[in-house]
């Protein structure tokens, strides 16, 4: 039986949304499925919304971004989830498909009580689903989405502009902290281990100036140049977040950010001995999650559109396409919403946090474990560039 399918990306973009679409629309096509691309994430869906037929031609699948385009729309805090299922019903549409993080998802939730919906995961944070069990050893297979679609290529421009700020840092005898992604997870900080970084700070270890002043002032009479790479979300003592801005999204949450600048100035006023000029700091921001998406991320994104796709046909609704690490190797599968978003008790969802058992907090990088979660994405840690040694003589 013919099904009429409506799609919607919501909340940042990321590399991978036009890949998954273009799963979706592959497999609507070789089912004899009807894909309406509804516009500006939740949005499109409500009066003067916009939609458009979607035909797979149209996407470009190494194409960065979503050819949908994107908001930050939150129906249940705007009590427009009914408008949005009458809006759906007007168009004839069968079933939906939105693609999103775990704003858009949980939205989606709500909306799932009285229609028909199917969900792909997406965040460059890659804070949806949970960890493997607190064993002595991690069981990677456990992992509930294994990773977020657009995470991988995002992690991957961390590393990249990471090691090559080394070249600056070297000349220049500078230590510059870099400011990457993460308002609650540091997976993407985590990342930058793939760039050598000489340390590493993420939101789940509440910052340390002293601590980190001291590494700093030891790495660096070693090695005179520093690249210390931070989360966003740092947090002090307080639990608050060392910056963030007046303004909310319609989700309530504050916009984190310049957090780099802060610790930078921090350790000019713990370090004398470095000159105050040597310190400088760099924010990433939305250079992180622009672009094409590297192969892993496209290919797996490609198929977990399509198994969302199929999932319809079978009548599996409120399942998500959940990335998964297997025995074969990283491979979209099947799982109920309830399995993908854990809930508290006030029923918000519980983001996923990195795993510290990937982060070696002594000394502010990746551990072996880490390692060994990025091995399937990056593969190997590559070595680090060494600079000769000069034999250098003075006057």
């Known amino acids: 039986m013919s099904k009429r399918i409506g799609v919607l990306t919501g909340g940042g973009d990321t590399p991978a949304l036009n890949a998954t679409l273009k799963g979706i629309a592959l497999q609507c096509e070789e089912l004899g499925f009807e894909l309406i691309g509804l516009m500006q994430g939740w949005a499109g869906?409500?009066?003067?919304?916009?939609?458009?037929?979607?035909?797979?031609?149209?996407?470009?699948?190494?194409?960065?971004?979503?050819?949908?385009?994107?908001?930050?729309?939150?129906?249940?805090?705007?009590?427009?989830i009914g408008e949005a299922i009458e809006n759906l019903k007007k168009l004839k549409i069968d079933a939906l498909i939105p693609i999103g993080g775990d704003d858009t998802l949980s939205v989606g939730s709500e909306l799932s009580n009285d229609f028909a919906t199917t969900f792909v995961t997406k965040t460059i944070d890659n804070d949806v689903g949970s960890n493997?069990?607190?064993?002595?050893?991690?069981?990677?297979?456990?992992?509930?989405?294994?990773?977020?679609?657009?995470?991988?290529?995002?992690?991957?421009?961390?590393?990249?502009?990471?090691?090559?700020?080394?070249?600056?840092?070297?000349?220049?005898?500078?230590?510059?902290?870099?400011?990457?992604?993460?308002?609650?997870?540091?997976?993407?900080?985590?990342?930058?281990?793939?760039?050598?970084?000489?340390?590493?700070?993420?939101?789940?270890?509440?910052?340390?100036?002293?601590?980190?002043?001291?590494?700093?002032?030891?790495k660096y009479s070693q090695v005179g140049n520093l690249v210390v790479v931070v989360s966003e979300g740092i947090t002090g003592k307080d639990g608050k977040l060392l910056t963030e801005s007046e303004e909310l999204d319609s989700f309530g949450h504050a916009r984190p950010g310049g957090c780099s600048e802060l610790i930078a100035q921090d350790m000019k006023e713990r370090l004398p001995s470095i000159s105050s000029s040597s310190l400088r700091h760099q924010v990433l921001a939305y250079m992180q999650r622009c672009g094409s998406p590297i192969s892993i991320d496209r290919d797996t994104a490609i198929r977990a559109g399509r198994l969302a796709v199929q999932a319809i046909k079978d009548d599996k609704i409120n399942y998500v396409a959940t990335v998964m690490r297997t025995e074969n190797g990283i491979e979209p599968q099947l799982l109920h919403l309830e399995q993908v978003l854990k809930r508290g008790?006030?029923?918000?969802?519980?983001?996923?946090?990195?795993?510290?058992?990937?982060?070696?907090?002594?000394?502010?990088?990746?551990?072996?474990?880490?390692?060994?979660?990025?091995?399937?994405?990056?593969g190997d840690l590559p070595e680090s560039f060494q600079y000769p040694d000069l034999n250098i003589q003075y006057i």
């Open 45 to 80: 869906v409500l009066k003067q919304g916009a939609y458009c037929h979607l035909a797979s031609e149209m996407i470009d699948e190494d194409q960065g971004g979503t050819i949908l385009q994107s908001s930050r729309t939150n129906l249940r805090a705007s009590g427009q």
């Open 132 to 218: 493997a069990p607190e064993d002595s050893s991690v069981n990677y297979m456990q992992l509930v989405n294994y990773f977020c679609p657009g995470f991988p290529s995002a992690a991957n421009l961390i590393a990249k502009y990471v090691r090559d700020i080394r070249t600056t840092a070297y000349s220049h005898n500078r230590i510059i902290f870099v400011e990457a992604m993460g308002r609650y997870a540091g997976w993407l900080t985590l990342a930058s281990a793939y760039g050598y970084p000489d340390l590493i700070l993420v939101p789940e270890i509440e910052y340390d100036p002293d601590s980190l002043a001291a590494c700093i002032e030891k």
């Open 345 to 378: 008790d006030d029923g918000h969802v519980i983001r996923r946090s990195l795993d510290l058992r990937f982060y070696d907090a002594e000394n502010f990088q990746i551990s072996e474990a880490g390692i060994e979660y990025f091995r399937p994405i990056f």
